[in-house]
């Protein structure tokens, strides 16, 4: 079984702090997203990358960076963190870009 | 860029009722349809997807249907179960879009015992 893992199930943290939201797969995929999930909105990409040190902006990049150093861990960067990033966010991966998403159990951020 | 948007949001049946969630895209371009099912609490999980090459895909209680000319595609659910109350996502993927992947609002549906 593909099993994507997420460093924090749940975070807090205060505005202009830098995030570091953590994702590692074990199934050797070449691709990586990370989106974000809000009622209403459905998810939303923010990133992704499709070989390690390689990244694309999705839909909604601002305000975030990512991090691929190793083909495994996928790293979402919050540099100063505001409390309109406050929200789900869900890390996915996928062998090809054609191939089905595997997604995390989710980071539920919150920025007070 | 893909544009899709999906109805309703809130869906609330009575077990054993079939269950109906339609989705629209904007994206003529777009080829490939997936739908994700996601638990209270847990992650999104893919439950069924259809290709633009064919009209209609079943997997027993579950069926999606794509009508390429007018742009949308529906979750069909039949004899729906407690079990089946989740919030299901469908998404477009489009070559025009780097081949990714535009998610719906989703749908939360409930069914009632």
């Known amino acids: 079984d593909v099993k994507v893992t997420q460093s924090s199930r749940y975070l807090v943290k205060r505005t202009g702090e830098k995030v570091f939201l953590e994702c590692v797969q074990d199934?050797?995929?070449?691709?990586m997203f990370w989106y974000r999930q809000d009622p209403g909105l459905g998810l939303r990409l923010i990133y992704f990358?499709?070989?390690?040190?390689?990244?694309e902006k999705g839909d909604i990049p601002e305000g975030y960076s990512v991090s691929r150093e190793k083909k495994e861990r996928f790293s979402l960067i919050l540099e100063s963190a505001s409390t309109n990033q406050t929200s789900m966010y869900l890390c996915?991966?996928?062998?090809?870009?054609?191939?089905?998403?595997?997604f995390g159990p989710g980071t539920r951020l919150t920025v007070l | 860029g893909e544009n899709v948007e999906q109805h309703p949001s809130t869906l609330s049946v009575q077990e054993g009722d079939s269950a109906v969630i339609k989705c629209t895209y904007s994206?003529?371009?777009?080829?490939?349809f997936p739908w994700y099912k996601q638990e209270l609490g847990k992650r999104p999980q893919l439950i069924i997807d259809?290709?633009?090459?064919?009209g209609e895909k079943k997997d027993q209680r579950i069926a999606v249907t794509l009508n390429k000319t007018a742009k949308h595609f529906s979750l069909h659910i039949t004899e729906t179960q407690p079990e089946d109350s989740a919030v299901y996502f469908c998404?477009?993927?489009?070559?025009?879009?780097?081949?990714?992947?535009?998610f719906g609002g989703g749908t939360r549906l409930m069914v009632k015992p």
């Open positions: 996915a991966s996928s062998l090809g870009r054609y191939n089905e998403q595997f």
């Open positions: 199934m050797d995929h070449e691709n």
């Open positions: 990358s499709y070989d390690v040190k390689m990244k």
């Open positions: 994206d003529s371009a777009s080829n490939y």
């Open positions: 259809i290709r633009s090459n064919v």
């Open positions: 998404a477009a993927r489009s070559n025009n879009a780097g081949n990714m992947l535009t």
